[in-house]
């Protein structure tokens, strides 16, 4: 094969799966329109926090809770994933994925306006109808912890 041989994806990961999964699960439809006026008058009554997009934030919502991660983890793991940058509906060459402080002020209007438990009973019963059960995952960052004995006996 020569270099420019165009490559066609034929292997999907886990991860892929997941995400078309979910996209065809969840009623997207019946989630936005229950949280767009709602969302529209929060905006219009000056919460500029919720000027991004209602189905982005909403879709950054969801990866959060299925990989359980917290709000500047959310961040970097859509711009370094390539299906999570799709699912969520962003193009990364001309788009930018809302800050940390963005996702956590939506989650926020979520709590204040008593949308998760809808939110979460909508998505259970949806499941439950499929005959699927969630199973959310975790994920942890590598990262290196100085031990202080080292530094003592240096």
């Known amino acids: 094969m020569t270099k420019n041989h165009a490559f066609k994806k034929t292997f999907q990961t886990h991860r892929e799966r997941f995400l078309s999964k979910m996209e065809n699960v969840v009623p997207w439809k019946l989630l936005l ?5 709602l969302y529209f008058l929060d ?3 000056c919460r500029d926090h919720l000027s991004e997009n209602l189905e982005l934030m909403l879709r950054m919502y969801f990866v959060q809770q299925w990989y359980g991660i917290d709000d500047e983890s ?10 999570l940058s799709s699912f ?4 990364l060459a001309c788009d930018f994925v809302p800050n940390a402080m963005r996702l ?3 989650k926020r209007w979520l709590e204040e306006s008593k949308l998760i438990q809808l939110i979460d009973e909508v998505v259970r019963n949806e499941l439950s109808y499929r005959g699927l059960l969630l199973r ?18 240096k």
Do not use: C, H, M
């Open 88 to 91: 969520v509906g962003l193009d």
């Open 74 to 83: 959310t961040e970097d793991f859509i711009y370094d994933s390539r299906s």
């Open 104 to 106: 956590s002020k939506f």
């Open 43 to 45: 905006t219009v009554g």
């Open 33 to 37: 329109d229950t949280l767009d006026p």
């Open 136 to 153: 959310e995952a975790t994920l942890v960052d590598a990262e290196t912890i100085e031990i202080s004995s080292y530094k003592q006996n």
